[in-house]
């Protein structure tokens, strides 16, 4: 299968650059490489790839710094790489703009099923502008002039912060958002009390939008590390797995 996309591989140890290029190759993706930071920058700019694969530790510029660049002029999808157990990593990455994170090591099913969330948030970043008054993901449609939830045409009873942590994941449909993002938006600094009850609105807010059968997941979750709204695939109305 042929893709109509480009991506840009940004890893120095060519033991993992290979494994993504064969994978690449053989799901019909067009891909380039770099194996430094400073040369990826270049790349994306000289190349204007559609998804960025970033592992974090480069020899010559920390990833978090080749985000934060790349970021002042663009907003291509970032899945960043890096090792278990650097929780603290994915999340200064994630907070510094990249859409989602890959843990080392990692599988060829794993990878692939990343870059298919991925191109589906880029094909709703290309498809929206972001000023829509109405937002459609699968059954679930918000209304942001009304402030109305339905799904499947049943309107939600959502309190005020379960309405406004549903308009953060609808803004950011795809991207994985950390736990000091979201507290930080819905009360304005992130401290432990603040990560507590958002935890529990969470479970509130998913309890109403996917209901007890949990026939699609809407919003996935990213233990120690946050939440992320999926775009629903309306074709088959799956949805990856990827956690
Ligand atoms: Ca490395």
Not at 10 to 33: F, P
Not at 42 to 71: F, N, T, Y
Not at 106 to 131: C, H, N, P
């Amino acid at each position: 299968m042929e893709h109509n996309i480009e991506i840009l591989i940004i890893e120095d140890d060519s033991k993992v650059r290979n494994l993504m290029k064969t994978t690449m190759k053989a799901n019909g993706y067009r891909y380039i490489t770099s194996e430094n930071g400073e040369n990826g920058i270049m790349e994306v700019a000289s190349h204007k790839p559609d998804i960025i694969l970033l592992d974090l530790g480069l020899p010559d510029l920390d990833g978090i710094k080749v985000i934060e660049k790349i970021r002042t002029w663009t907003n291509t999808p970032i899945i960043v790489l890096s090792a278990r157990n650097e929780d603290e990593d994915k999340i200064e990455a994630l907070d510094a703009g990249a859409d989602d994170y890959l843990t080392k090591p990692f599988s060829v099913d794993e990878l692939m099923a990343r870059i298919r969330v991925t191109e589906r948030r880029l094909e709703y970043m290309t498809t929206s502008s972001g000023e829509e008054s109405v937002f459609v993901n699968g059954a679930l449609r918000i209304d942001y002039s009304a402030a109305e939830v339905c799904v499947e045409g049943k309107e939600l009873h959502l309190t005020p912060i379960e309405y406004k942590l549903v308009c953060i994941f609808s803004k950011n449909l795809g991207k994985v958002l950390t736990h000091t993002y979201i507290t930080k938006e819905v009360w304005g600094q992130c401290t432990e009390s603040n990560v507590a009850s958002m935890r529990v609105y969470m479970a509130n807010l998913r309890k109403k939008i996917e209901g007890d059968a949990r026939r699609i997941q809407y919003i996935q979750t990213h233990i120690g590390i946050g939440y992320r709204m999926l775009k629903i695939d309306n074709s088959n109305e799956s949805v990856e797995s990827s956690t």
